[in-house]
């Protein structure tokens, strides 16, 4: 194997119609060298290739096209980590129903499935991709994310930016639109006073000063946010040693459009205090 300097290696792999085309864009846009279906076995050779240029971060994309060869992922992955480089397996998942909603949309055949139904397809792919999915450093489930907000995952988790903790993304939701699986803590903020039944805030966001205020401004609302910030700080650095690489803290309220905005803002800003970039996202604001 290559004595090359170690490179940040991301395996975007999982289910046809989960995103990974969107993934890997999303890190070429981040400035990672992207490669889609390069076979498996080619991958020490590509890190050696790379030992003497400018390339230090490398994403690539690795599914059932692989064939014959899939079965050859892990022990290709475990020798290029004993290599020295950092490998991140991430696994793109969707439920059926949604893989199903997008080759429809798509007119597309499943690969695996060229004369057969799709839903023969996905459960094919299952079985055949069950092993990797097993051996994924980060699971995404991106039956409930439009392909902006999958990009900005992406990113969000892997941003060369340095640091020295997990990554970290808030997120408000609305209860009527679920809860996001993708969310490592989630807090049911439903138990302040909803601006939604205040005629003049009713239209409003929780973006907006005057709702950010009405939601804010409440003894109770400072000791939750004085309660959650202060376990999110103790939980933080514990998730760190046991080598999780990011972390998503959700709110929710009813509609995801005032209270859990608000409160998801003023969680980012003291958060950054300590933990420097956190990212915000408001999943729900822009439904009705």
Not at 266 to 286: A, N, P
């Amino acid at each position: 194997m290559t004595a090359a300097p170690a490179k940040q290696i991301i395996v975007i792999t999982g289910m046809s119609g989960s995103g990974k085309s969107t993934a890997i864009r999303a890190l070429e846009d981040a400035g990672f060298f992207c490669i889609d279906n390069l076979p498996v076995l080619l991958l020490p050779k590509l890190t050696e290739l790379a030992g003497g240029g400018n390339i230090e971060r490398m994403a690539l994309v690795m599914d059932v096209r692989e064939g014959i060869f899939l079965k050859d992922a892990p022990r290709v992955l475990a020798d290029v980590r004993r290599a020295g480089h950092q490998v991140d397996v991430l696994f793109l998942d969707s439920s059926d129903d949604s893989l199903l909603r997008r080759f429809s949309e798509t007119r597309r055949r499943h690969p695996l499935a060229p004369e057969g139904t799709v839903a023969e397809g996905i459960r094919a792919e299952r079985e055949a991709l069950k092993d990797l999915r097993e051996l994924a450093d980060q699971v995404i489930d991106s039956s409930a994310l439009n392909v902006h907000d999958l990009k900005r995952m992406v990113q969000g988790r892997f941003s060369p930016e340095p640091t020295t903790g997990p990554s970290l993304s808030i997120m408000s939701f609305g209860y009527r639109y679920g809860v996001p699986p993708q969310a490592d803590l989630v807090f049911d903020v439903r138990f302040l006073p909803n601006p939604y039944f205040v005629p003049e805030l009713k239209g409003l966001t929780g973006k907006v000063p005057k709702v950010s205020a009405y939601v804010l401004d409440r003894d109770e609302t400072q000791q939750f946010l004085d309660k959650v910030v202060d376990l999110c700080r103790f939980l933080f650095p514990r998730y760190q040693k046991e080598g999780k690489a990011y972390l998503t803290v959700a709110l929710g309220c009813t509609g995801g459009k005032h209270r859990s905005v608000a409160l998801a803002a003023e969680m980012v800003r003291r958060l950054s205090e300590d933990y420097g970039r956190v990212q915000l996202w408001d999943r729900d604001i822009e439904k009705e």
